[in-house]
């Protein structure tokens, strides 16, 4: 299937371009975070925080904030003088994907296989950056996922169960663990039947 709505606070998310869903509230963390060379962290997250906000933030108040989060995210100061996510480990993408979760505080977050690459120390501290903005804003998540690893941490409200693009089972967190137990394979064989 390749129609449908997408809507953000009665808002159509598909007729925004990407800068119009982020100022709506909209974030998304790729499973694959991109290196943008030539652009430090600093600079990026405050410019991205100007942009979603309209107005610069005020400098000391920004800078208290980003050292928090960053301390919360076991991140050391030197991250900041650092080309966004070049010679960054997987880890240490994933951290600052959430640093950028918990300093533009969205709506909504799509997490692309956030857990992709985590090593067990990495996973609980980016599951508890999810968790502590989720707790402060509200965020709603919508967590894509191909281990259930991750939902030792953030504890999923529904889960989904998806083959070849279409909804193959739902429920709640007893499905992930149902999962974990006997794997995704009669869900593999139902759609090749």
């Given at each position: 299937m390749t129609e449908g709505s997408v809507k953000l606070d009665g808002e159509e998310v598909?007729?925004?371009s990407v800068d119009e869903r982020a100022k709506a509230g909209l974030f998304l963390a790729m499973q694959y975070p991109v290196e943008?060379?030539?652009?430090t962290l600093s600079n990026f997250l405050r410019t991205a925080k100007t942009a979603i906000d309209g107005e610069a933030p005020a400098i000391r108040g920004w800078l208290?904030?980003?050292r928090g989060s960053?301390?919360?995210l076991r991140m050391g100061n030197e991250f900041l003088e650092r080309n966004v996510n070049e010679g960054f480990s997987g880890g240490e993408k994933k951290r600052?994907?959430?640093l950028q979760l918990e300093l533009l505080?969205?709506?909504f977050a799509v997490l692309d296989e956030t857990d992709s690459g985590l090593d067990v120390d990495a996973l609980r501290i980016v599951s508890e950056g999810v968790n502590r903005v989720k707790g402060d804003t509200g965020m709603g998540v919508l967590l894509i996922t191909h281990y259930t690893r991750i939902l030792r941490y953030i504890k999923p409200d529904f889960v989904h169960v998806f083959v070849d693009g279409r909804v193959a089972d739902e429920g709640g967190a007893e499905l992930a663990e149902k999962l974990e137990n006997e794997?995704?394979?009669?869900?593999l064989q139902a759609a090749q039947a």
């Amino acid at each position: 299937m390749t129609e449908g709505s997408v809507k953000l606070d009665g808002e159509e998310v598909l007729e925004m371009s990407v800068d119009e869903r982020a100022k709506a509230g909209l974030f998304l963390a790729m499973q694959y975070p991109v290196e943008i060379p030539g652009v430090t962290l600093s600079n990026f997250l405050r410019t991205a925080k100007t942009a979603i906000d309209g107005e610069a933030p005020a400098i000391r108040g920004w800078l208290k904030q980003v050292r928090g989060s960053m301390d919360n995210l076991r991140m050391g100061n030197e991250f900041l003088e650092r080309n966004v996510n070049e010679g960054f480990s997987g880890g240490e993408k994933k951290r600052a994907e959430i640093l950028q979760l918990e300093l533009l505080k969205p709506k909504f977050a799509v997490l692309d296989e956030t857990d992709s690459g985590l090593d067990v120390d990495a996973l609980r501290i980016v599951s508890e950056g999810v968790n502590r903005v989720k707790g402060d804003t509200g965020m709603g998540v919508l967590l894509i996922t191909h281990y259930t690893r991750i939902l030792r941490y953030i504890k999923p409200d529904f889960v989904h169960v998806f083959v070849d693009g279409r909804v193959a089972d739902e429920g709640g967190a007893e499905l992930a663990e149902k999962l974990e137990n006997e794997g995704y394979d009669s869900y593999l064989q139902a759609a090749q039947a």
